[in-house]
Structures are given as structure tokens and as C-alpha cells.
């Protein structure tokens, strides 16, 4: 059973870029939530989906886009960056069969921005 | 909107102490809490999910409580080593229906605990 892995492990954008982040899920599951961890804070949840379609969202805006594949794995996209998206980008997998289940965390992406 | 608080911000205590880190939510309404570690810029480990229905859960040195009626779970970390040095978050997940509707976990903003030697 592999774990949730996520590329890059790092990265540095300017202000105004795109940047896409990518994740893994752990084998067997079809949920994937994303979650931004701004320095010394807590996890704040982005968006979640489930069998490729997003099926909730937190307080950010729609420049914060994302994918899921028929393979379960997802992208984070996030347009025109600011430089308050400089954080850790977390995602989880889990499995909804049989009620939710305890989400499994990546090691995350460290997104810089200037 | 639920909020999750956690407290002491920070913990420092001597190799070999027992202690309890705090975790209080506002919405009783809880599918189930989460309780995570996170050493230094990386992801999160899970130590101890406790669902609605249940009132504690253990593993190894650790004891998880949860009192959903006030609002409070609580860590107990027996014979704390320096290996826990790491920060503790605990995440709650509303109660949903259907169970597909959405799994977002809400966290407390951590407790950075460091044992000393």
C-alpha cells in the first residue's frame, strides 16, 4: 500500500504566475481533499473531490481551481498568485465506503511566492 | 461557522512528564475528531480518530478523550520523550449527510510541544 505523495516538494513563483501542484492518492482511496497551512497555523481546507468532481469548497476564491483523474490522483491549480499564497499545500486521501474514514496527509508542497 | 481553538499555543516540558494538550470546538455537531502530528515543515501523521459515538481512544502512550457535549477533547501523552518534540493539531469534521458531501476537517491552530532531555 503506497502512500500519498505530492510534487514538488518545493517551489518559487513571482507574483501574478500560475503555479500546479500534484497529488497521489493512497492506493484505494477516491477522496481528496487540499488544504493551505499558512506559517504557524492550522490547516484550512480548499476544496475537496470526490469521483472527479468537487464536491466542497472552503473561503477561497476561484482562482483556486482543481482536478481529479479517473486514476484519483489531483492537481491544485491557483492563478494570478499573490503573496499571501505563500504557504505548506497539504492534500489527503481517504475512503467515503462505509462513512468517512480517516484522511491520510501528503508531505506536502512549500510554495513561495515573491 | 465552527472554530476550533487549541491550548497552550506552545509546551515545554522534561523528558519523562505526563501531560494533556487541549482542543475545544464551538458546533457539537461532529461526524468525528482528529487528532495529527506534524514534525517541522511536513505533513501530517495521524495518531488517533475518535468517532461521535465514542468517548475516548488509545494508542500506545497516548490517550484521546472526547466530551462532544462541551466541546473538548483532550491529548494525554504519558512519559512524554524527546522523540514527541513535534506540534499536535486536532480536526474536527462536521456531521454530514450524505456521507459523500463533503469530508472537510476543520483545525485548531496547533500546540508546539518540545521535550527536553
Known amino acids: 500500500e503506497t502512500g500519498v505523495t505530492q510534487s514538488p516538494t518545493h517551489l518559487i513563483k513571482t507574483r501574478g504566475q500560475q503555479v500546479t501542484l500534484r497529488c497521489s492518492s493512497q492506493?484505494?482511496?477516491?477522496?481528496v481533499s487540499w488544504y493551505q497551512q499558512a506559517l504557524g497555523q492550522g490547516p484550512q481546507f480548499i476544496f475537496q473531490?470526490?469521483?472527479?468532481?468537487?464536491?466542497g469548497r472552503g473561503n477561497f476564491p476561484p482562482r483556486f481551481s482543481g482536478l481529479q483523474f479517473p486514476n484519483y490522483s489531483s492537481e491544485l491549480n491557483v492563478n494570478a498568485l499573490e503573496l499571501d499564497d505563500s504557504a505548506l499545500y497539504l492534500c489527503?486521501?481517504?475512503?467515503?465506503?462505509?462513512?468517512?474514514?480517516?484522511?491520510?496527509f501528503g508531505p506536502g508542497t512549500r510554495l513561495l511566492v515573491l | 461557522k465552527q472554530e476550533v481553538t487549541q491550548i497552550p499555543a506552545a509546551l515545554s516540558v522534561p523528558e519523562g512528564e505526563n501531560l494533556v494538550l487541549n482542543c475545544s470546538f464551538t458546533?457539537?455537531?461532529?461526524?468525528?475528531l482528529q487528532w495529527f502530528r506534524q514534525d517541522p515543515g511536513k505533513g501530517l501523521t495521524s495518531l488517533l480518530l475518535?468517532?461521535?459515538?465514542?468517548r475516548e481512544q488509545t494508542s500506545g502512550r497516548l490517550n484521546a478523550s472526547l466530551d462532544k457535549s462541551s466541546g473538548r477533547s483532550t491529548l494525554y501523552i504519558a512519559a512524554s520523550q524527546p522523540g514527541d518534540s513535534a506540534t499536535y493539531l486536532c480536526?474536527?469534521?462536521?456531521?454530514?449527510?450524505?456521507?459523500?458531501?463533503?469530508?472537510?476537517?476543520?483545525f485548531g491552530g496547533g500546540t508546539r510541544l518540545m521535550v527536553k532531555p
Open positions: 473531490y470526490y469521483r472527479e468532481e468537487e464536491n
Open positions: 480536526a474536527v469534521r462536521a456531521w454530514k449527510r450524505p456521507h459523500n458531501a463533503g469530508n472537510m476537517l476543520t
Open positions: 475518535i468517532q461521535s459515538s465514542q
Open positions: 458546533d457539537s455537531a461532529i461526524y468525528n
Open positions: 489527503a486521501s481517504s475512503s467515503l465506503a462505509g462513512g468517512p474514514k480517516t484522511q491520510y
Open positions: 492506493s484505494g482511496h477516491n477522496t
